[in-house]
């Protein structure tokens, strides 16, 4: 392989309003944007560093530029997944070493990975976690998208959901509870959401918490998110969890995440293609890796009030395949 070079920068976005889940609240993403570089042609990766997997910015830069020499030898994106642990670092890389492939060759990244060509992808679209009445309002407001995503996990949950229904009386809905129930929660819970149309609900009990899953009646189906992160995690998983959350910034990219989904199908997992709040960049490996999947959750460009300058092209809810200028 031809000798590689890397840049790194650190990068912030607005959001739109404010984003809101059990754990807190922000009004701007920080992310990490690499550039590899070969032969004249360039390909970008991005990752969003998250502190509930330990991860800072700091951490994650570092850890991509220790691979500096690496790089300059000229790894392979194969030996990449031996270097790096699953999580952001390895994404942005990984991702990056995608987009230079395609840039490369001249081949799109279905032909790359042996995809069928891509169709539109319906998001969802997240509500965040506030007050009963600023849920109903924001659900009102998006009463015309298809699928909407609800935040929770505090006391008051049902009411929200009440609120939100009342708000968005025809949109399928799915919530994120963000570890944030205990077992007694679920199981009060479950038949109220599917009694509101409700489908789904993510990650309900902490991870390494969640072995009651196994145990229980799941009325309502549960997703198993920070349980999962790549197919090691899949043993653990069985029984308790109905679908899996795929995010890139968990698996450590695209290489792991397109494994990760065919070991689920084969195991009888449905699939959730999610996100991270971050920007187009990050999204664009979604698209292709969200073809097929029963949900997908990469809306996060539509939270932000700033994107990048060829950003992925949003009709609505329906998520279009992105331009080559920003990747792939």
Known sequence: MPSISLDIADERFPVAGAFTISRGSRTEIRVVRVTLAAG????????????????????VTAAIAALRDDLSNGISRAELQGLLPAGAARNALDCAFWDLEAKQTGQSIPMLAGLSPPAPLETAFTLSLGTPESM????????????????????????????????????????DANEGWTVEQYQALAPNLVRLGVALVEQPLPAGKDAALAEIDRPLPVCADESCHDRASLADLKGKYDVINVKLDKTGGLTEALLLVSEARQQGFQIMVGCMLGTSLAMAPGFYLGQGAEFVDLDAPLLLAGDRDEPVPYEGSLMHQPPPLLWG
Do not use: Q
């Open 40 to 59: 004249g042609v360039k390909g970008e990766g991005e990752c969003v560093p998250y502190a509930r997997y330990d991860e800072t910015v700091e951490s």
């Open 136 to 175: 109903k309002a924001a659900a009102t407001k998006n009463a015309h998208r298809p699928l909407l995503k609800v935040k929770l996990g505090n006391e008051g949950d049902l009411e929200r959901i009440e609120a939100v229904r009342a708000g968005a009386p025809a949109s399928r809905i799915i919530v």
